[in-house]
């Protein structure tokens, strides 16, 4: 079937069965590689992306339904400036493999702009077997206090 | 120094290209058909309805196979390629493979195999099977598996105990664990006619590229292995994949490029996980606490090939001084998938059982464990007159103690409301290793260089280490160091594994740095060159001789050379005639148990470490914690369930639990730096691995402290907590 999506602000039309998966379709139609396939399963977090500004995870949505803007880890950046999120995950060492990062910072962007309460209990919807838990903690409270700042 | 990792911008906006994230035109998708039965034979396919499905290019059996051939080399031994022949030795086993112009039409298709077995009866627990356990053999240095030694006048390891003041111990076991990195086992291969490019995860470019070559008899020279980025490996990417061998073989059957991804059940049984073990420690010492006898039995799970053992008795002839020690170790063949090195192989299970037995030998005496443990401090492993050649730990347990606040604990713990809060601790011990490697280093006309070696950095901080270390050996600022890794097409060496990187690596570019810097003079005081009959000497980036100086930069754009390279190669030598090497450290833990709902929570950890000198004090630090995290796991959540028909009930990652970000504490990480160059000129001894050693163990006995409860094994789960 015909769909058309807005990816990273470009509108992509193309051609997939309906049971193509919104992360199948960034990543094997669009080269859009920044979300990653932990599990397919919606067990990881590792496909999180934005859908009309909302976090969700990829491979648990059909390409076809959706309707409003995605972006994705690779989205973020304005030019070469980091958004301060992704700057903060560099400061903070928030990484290692780097396989689960661009989940986790989709997720982090959310609990910044929502203000949540309890970032570990926000954040544990994304596994990261490095197991770079505080210092992901330790990049959200960085973003936070940038983004207080502006 | 503590920089950033140098490709955290690459991970941070989703630039960095792991193997399954290259897309090449014609690319078609493969994906793997595992077995259903545990034991037996296929006697039959049914492809039909899958080869006639939308968009399938081929269905590739044992009746129909792609050719492989085994592959073996002396660090792995014998790596199983699929599809060769009938027989089925696990559940989960790869049995067919299916090719498609999408992974859509090749998983719909593969749904449509069908499968006829011969069953038959599937052996698939430990506990059940420990008289098929045969002695394992010698560790990969030589090291017997079974090894005892007694004191003067001394008979046998009973009439060592039955002299002990006091006897403690018990029967540990722990799980079948799966390594669980974030990214499956996936490659990408592309065969342009004569040579063939695979993009795909692994652990050294060069122990890929050699599997490779072998198992499709090529000559490596034509086999190109890309793996800057690895999505996590822990030991799980050693061997090269079910995925890149077929992925590999059918781009050359098809002439178009394959990419193949194990989806996250398969990764639990087609690709290799951490024994389970069952472990009999005995500890006896005299009433002051010093120890008289130990004694540590084990038994690992393995596959039917028995391909790898998981030596869990092996440090506690390493951990403690005695006079009587006997340890043994063996192995119990399974209808389970292949076993393999998981992060800490044998220190991380074996210290559970070893370091949970010297707290029951510090209550049985009445002892604070601290003191037990430094009472017993082992100056080299027993019966070795090899020392070691640099230890610490006393200063790990002193600085750590008065961190974490030890002089507030009380035998019987404390009460904080309605939780139980409890102190524990445990030694942890990592061998320090290093391996040989290769490095090559290119000096450029624009006062830049670059440091190249084909192994990997799977997320440990490899490539940031070798611009520093590059930068100190060429005196030169990191900046203008440009560190390259993850391609076979770059010298040999720097296996992710053994913790060894930093050490091995870093080793070899310091010979490689002096090599390039020898030709660098040579070239500048030669016939015709601007320091034509001078003495040069080098410092700080610039060659200096007759009064004058020129960055190397200079002197090779006035020679009219864009460059000049050289290689060098270091590896373990006579050091190890000298000393014992091993990293050690000091765990804390505190744990709040709920009084009614028997919930353990980790409220605080400590890790203080002396793993000689530390390169990278950021990246260190990440990957202590993260070790720390793999023993938080250990203890409390992870471990396979096996079912009697050798089926994981917990085979995906909403069954197999793994910490989640709300489960971790701030964790604190300390280091006492004592630069060890006896065992290496950098000074480093790899921290990779220690971070987990003890910290199960630790977990453990803060249980037991808040609860008076003596769990023996892990996971230690709420049921295990429950009283009466």
Redo the contacts between chains.
Sequence with gaps: MDISLEVNGRTENLDVGPGVTLLDALRERLDVTGPKKGCDRGQCGACTVHVGGRPVLACLTLAATVHEPVTTVDGLATGDDLHPVQQAFVDQDALQCGFCTSGQIMSAVAAVEQDVDDVREFMSGNLCRCSAYPNIVAAIEQARRTDASV | MTP??L????????????G??H?LPGML?GYVVTSTIAHGEVTAMDVTAAKAAPGVVAVYSPFDPLVLRSPSNPMMGNTWVPLQDRDVTHRGQPVAFVVAE???QARDAAALVEVSYAERPARTTLADHLDLGVDAPPGFDGTPSTHVVLDEGVESIDEAFAASAVVAGGTYTTPAQN??????HSAVAHWDGESLTVYSGNQAAAMQQGELASALELAPSAVHTVNP??????GGKGRTSVPAFLAAAASRALGRPVKA?L??EQVFTATANRPETLQEVTLGADRDGTLVAVRHDSWCSAATDLSFVEPTSAGSGHAYRTPNLAISQKVVPLNIPRTTFMRAPGEAPGSFALESAMDELAVALNMDPIELRLRNSSLGPVGSDLQWSSKYLDDCYRIGADRFGWSARTPGGREDGDWLVGMGTATAMFPALQFPATTEITLRADDTALVSVGGAD????LLTVMALLGAESLDIPPERITPRLGLSAYPPGGLSGGSTATVSVGSAIVVTASAVLEELQAIASAPGAPFEGHDVTYADGRVLGGGRSMTFGELLTALGRDSISATGSAGPGEELTKHSFSSFGAQFCEVRVHRWTREVRVSRLLGVYDAGRIVND??A???L??GM??GV?AALHEGLETEGDGRFANG???GYL???????P??DVHFVQHPDTLHNPIGARGVGEIGIVGVAAAIANAVYNATGIRVRHTPITIEDLLEG
């Design positions: 950033t990792r490709e955290a911008p690459l991970k941070v906006t989703g630039r960095a290209k792991y399954s994230d897309n998708h999408t992974f859509e390594h669980a990195a974030m990214e499956p980025y690895v999505g996590g490996a822990f991804a989806t996250r799977p997320g440990t901080g950021k990246a630090r990440s990957q914690m993260g995290i793999w796991s995906d990652l909403a793994v910490p989640v970000n709300a489960d971790i701030d964790i």
